[in-house]
T-cell receptor, first 111, second 116 residues
Framework: GENVEQHPSTLSVQEGDSAVIKCTYS??????FPWYKQELGKRPQLIID?????GEKKDQRIAVTLNKTAKHFSLHITETQPEDSAVYFC??????????FGTGTRLLVSP | SQTIHQWPATLVQPVGSPLSLECTVE??????LYWYRQAAGRGLQLLFY??????ISSEVPQNLSASRPQDRQFILSSKKLLLSDSGFYLC???????????????FGPGTRLTVL
């Protein structure tokens, strides 16, 4: 079935620390793994994505890693800042152009 | 560049009343279009998606329906709203299969619906 487990549900860190959010998916045919950031009352914004032929992708302070064998992928945020505070959603997609979303992680970065 | 619009931005409706939410996309042709619902403090639930005019796939049984009368227009409707229909409704678009073969979806600003 279509299922994405996302952990933790909430994460509190101090400014400057790193934050890691992990998602586990069930469908071995999954080939696309995006991460979205949603600030309070706003739309989700795509922040980074990775495809199944790549193990890691980095964009400044944000990185995503993919372990296809274990069927999990993670979002890594380094040197966190208060403006990183938001809800983060992982998702997985297939060639059928559909995304299944995780349950979300509320990240709070304290100054 | 592509732009996606939704209206209204907020809506308060009584139980049993009808609903019509509209989504339009600019700057792309033949997009895949999606309707999601997000309950307060919760994740994103896919309601409907469409790969072309008049083509609608429903993901969950409910009292909502969707229509795509034009290539870049997607409408979410209900004949009689329930209390449980309250939520944040998000429209999204994605590139069609065959063009770049990717799954990025980009969300509209959303409609916040409160059913009383």
């Amino acid at each position: 079935g279509e299922n994405v487990e996302q952990h933790p549900s909430t994460l509190s860190v101090q400014e400057g620390d790193s934050a890691v959010i992990k998602c586990t998916y069930s469908d071995s045919a999954s080939n696309y793994f995006p991460w979205y950031k949603q600030e309070l009352g706003k739309r989700p914004q795509l922040i980074i994505d990775i495809r199944s032929n790549v193990g890691e992708k980095k964009d400044q302070r944000i990185a995503v890693t993919l372990n296809k064998t274990a069927k999990h992928f993670s979002l890594h945020i380094t040197e966190t800042q208060p403006e990183d505070s938001a809800v983060y959603f992982c998702a997985w997609g297939t060639g059928f152009q559909k995304l299944v979303f995780g349950t979300g992680t509320r990240l709070l970065v304290s100054p | 560049s592509q732009t996606i619009h939704q209206w209204p931005a907020t809506l308060v409706q009584p139980v049993g009343s009808p609903l019509s939410l509209e989504c339009t996309v600019e700057g792309t042709s033949n997009p895949n279009l999606y309707w999601y619902r997000q309950a307060a403090g919760r994740g994103l639930q896919l309601l409907f998606y469409s790969v072309g005019i008049g083509q609608i796939s429903s993901e969950v049984p409910q009292n909502l329906s969707a229509s795509r009368p034009q290539d870049r227009q997607f409408i979410l409707s209900s004949k009689k709203l329930l209390l449980s229909d309250s939520g944040f409704y998000l429209c999204a678009w994605g590139s069609p299969m065959g063009e770049k073969i990717n799954n990025e979806q980009f969300f509209g600003p959303g409609t916040r619906l409160t059913v009383l």
